[in-house]
């Protein structure tokens, strides 16, 4: 049998190789039948029939079955998030799968060529990491001491000083300008933006009406967020020196937080997702502590008082930072269940602290809570599509109205952004009977699957679809309309105009340039976080799993959020990859306490 498997092996080869070739090069329109993007004739469809006949050559004689299974699982996942992804960002709706039965056949092919493609990919990448080996070579100047930690800050600092100058005195956008008038006393407290947040921007406003003008303030604040992002950025560069990352990587993880565009221009803006971001940064640290030297790190009252500082912060500084928190902890009861007693005394901290926040902090500054609308983004979009797509009855028309009370809200969706039609919901209205909303929605998914479906999906594609696009940065000062706003006379005044830079982060908006677009990809990201997560499994180290949790469950909650693929709601993922990354890249002997 395997005398006759390897006579057979490479025209099972071929023959996969060519259909990958056509299953990838298919048309998926789905108003034409089966045609494909290059021509018979080109010499690309050569080339990539090559290229896949190397990558499953080189994997036909894998025997291991562990890394066979964890392969597929993840060429099933992807196949599957290519094939649906493609049909939402092209029709924002399945029918470029169920439109008929043509449309199904070809998704069927697509979804099987995609799936040999990464199963091959993954496959290799896993191989490849297996044999690779780490630590040829040392550098003074990169180690895990004071001098390397300082060198590096001042790199990332430096990097950074040119986007202040152009951009001077730093990004503002329409959230920014509420939290600046909050931050003044202009609008009353709420903490639809975190307070704790708004809290700093005030810090550095009033030190602006001081001096008689808050663009000095916007400038502090800037300066302030430069400071402190690449000092924890430097840290976790530091800290990976100190858990034996290959220094290959970190100098890459160092080039990646200094020159990678987004985190410039992010250091220099008045939004929430960047101090969460590095909250979240230290949290997975914290993590990766507990994952690979859980005995020391319980033991260390310092890490202990990090872990819940970090803990804490994550809650502060975002909303959705609580269920990161909160749906972490069981996970780490399950890692370091030994140390349960101190586990539930850190518990008990963040409770009491958060009730004593929200209870009579929130009273004393006569802080609001934000709207229930903002949680509520996936089922208010699955009502105003049914009311736009499906034949409904006047009784759930009229039960959808009294929470949404405008009359042609069919006009008001847009099916990647909640934001038109959550703007029309009634607090009130679902306050006093949130169970009678809870019900109708149940009512009208399991009536509508489809178009419930199709909703949800429109609303979150860009979180695992690599190719979907949206924008991620902002360079300028919001220009607001409102006469309040106008007073605070804020602007932008670059200090010294740099054209080659802008012409450099101006490639954040070029996506149709080959490779570039994926470098600012929440889609292509999250399945490298994944994939290594999956490495980890395969390898039976289960312990890193921890590290992978809080960035997990924060991608869970931006699937429910208002925006399709908002790069600032997922920024964490980005600013903790190198960890998460790193923790791979390690010496292969005892780690040092």
């Given at each position: 049998m395997k005398k006759t498997y390897e006579k057979v092996r490479p025209i099972i080869i071929v023959f996969l190789s060519i259909f990958v070739t056509l299953a990838m090069n298919m048309n998926?329109?789905?108003?034409?039948?089966?045609?494909?993007?290059?021509?018979?004739?080109?010499?690309?469809?050569?080339?990539?029939?090559?290229?896949?006949?190397?990558?499953?050559?080189?994997?036909s004689q894998v025997k291991n079955r562990r890394l066979k299974i964890c392969c597929t699982i993840l060429a099933v996942l992807f196949a599957s998030f290519e094939v649906v992804g493609q049909s939402i960002d092209t029709y924002l709706d399945l029918s470029g799968i169920l439109e008929s039965s043509i449309t199904l056949t070809k998704s069927i092919i697509k979804w099987f060529g995609y799936m040999i493609l990464i199963y091959g990919v993954i496959a290799n990448i896993y191989l490849l990491l297996d044999k690779k080996e780490f630590f040829k070579g040392t550098c003074k100047w990169f180690t895990n001491n004071k001098r390397t930690f300082f060198l590096t800050w001042g790199i990332i600092f430096v990097a950074w000083i040119p986007y202040f100058l152009n951009y001077y005195p730093g990004v503002i956008t329409a959230d920014s300008m509420g939290q600046i008038c909050q931050s003044l006393g202009i609008y009353n407290l709420t903490n639809h933006h975190p307070v704790f947040h708004t809290f700093f921007i005030s810090i550095a406003m009033n030190i602006g009406k001081f001096f008689g003008n808050y663009n000095i303030g916007v400038a502090i604040y800037s300066v302030v967020q430069m400071i402190v992002v690449s000092c924890i950025f430097s840290f976790a560069i530091y800290y990976m020196a100190k858990r034996n990352v290959d220094i290959k990587?970190?100098?890459?993880?160092?080039?990646?937080?200094?020159?990678?565009?987004?985190?410039?221009?992010?250091?220099?803006?008045?939004?929430?997702?960047?101090?969460?971001?590095?909250?979240?940064?230290?949290?997975?640290?914290?993590?990766?502590?507990?994952?690979?030297?859980r005995e020391h790190f319980m033991k260390s009252k310092l890490k202990n008082v990090l872990l819940v500082i970090s803990m804490l912060l994550v809650i502060l500084f975002r909303n959705n930072?609580?269920?990161?928190?909160?749906?972490?902890?069981?996970?780490?009861?399950?890692?370091?269940?030994?140390?349960?007693?101190?586990?539930?005394?850190?518990?008990?901290?963040?409770?009491?602290?958060?009730?004593?926040?929200?209870?009579?902090i929130f009273a004393l500054f006569d802080v609001t809570e934000g709207s229930s609308r903002e949680a509520l983004s996936i089922p208010l979009q699955q009502f105003a599509r049914m009311t736009k797509y499906e034949d409904l009855?006047?009784?759930?028309?009229?039960?959808?109205?009294?929470?949404?009370?405008?009359?042609?809200?069919?006009?008001y969706y847009y099916p990647k952004i909640s934001d038109q039609v959550k703007n029309n919901f009634d607090n009130e209205a679902f306050a006093e009977d949130k169970v009678g909303f809870i019900k109708l929605w149940i009512k009208l998914c399991l009536k509508y699957p489809r178009t419930a479906i199709e909703a949800f999906l429109c609303n979150s594609y860009g979180y695992y679809y690599p190719e979907a696009v949206h924008w991620v940065v902002g360079r300028e000062v919001f220009e607001t309309t409102q006469e309040q706003e106008k007073a605070l006379d804020l602007k932008a005044t670059p200090i010294v105009d740099i054209p080659a830079l802008e012409s450099f982060d101006a490639m954040l908006d070029n996506r149709s340039l080959p490779l570039n677009s994926m470098l600012y990809s929440i889609g292509f990201t999250f399945?490298?976080?994944?994939?290594?997560?999956?490495?980890?499994?395969?390898?039976?180290?289960?312990?890193?799993?921890?590290?992978?949790?809080?960035?997990?469950?924060?991608?869970?909650?931006?699937l429910a959020s208002p925006v399709f693929g908002e790069f600032r709601y997922i920024y964490s993922m980005f600013t903790c990859l190198p960890i998460m990354l790193g923790v791979h890249f390690r010496e292969k002997k005892k780690e040092e306490s």
């Open positions: 998926m329109d789905k108003n034409t039948a089966i045609k494909y993007s290059f021509t018979g004739n080109s010499i690309l469809c050569v080339v990539f029939f090559i290229l896949t006949y190397w990558l499953l050559s080189k994997i990587f970190r100098i890459l993880t160092l080039l990646f937080y200094a020159f990678y565009p987004v985190n410039a221009l992010y250091s220099i803006t008045m939004w929430k997702d960047i101090p969460f971001a590095v909250a979240m940064l230290i949290f997975t640290i914290m993590m990766t502590e507990i994952a690979v030297n930072g609580l269920y990161v928190v909160i749906l972490t902890l069981p996970f780490i009861f399950i890692f370091a269940r030994q140390n349960y007693k101190k586990l539930i005394a850190i518990t008990a901290i963040i409770i009491v602290f958060y009730g004593v926040w929200k209870g009579p009855t006047d009784d759930e028309r009229w039960r959808i109205y009294k929470y949404l009370p405008v009359d042609n809200l069919a006009d399945w490298i976080v994944v994939t290594m997560l999956m490495y980890a499994i395969y390898k039976k180290k289960y312990r890193l799993m921890l590290i992978y949790i809080p960035v997990g469950i924060l991608w869970l909650t931006c």
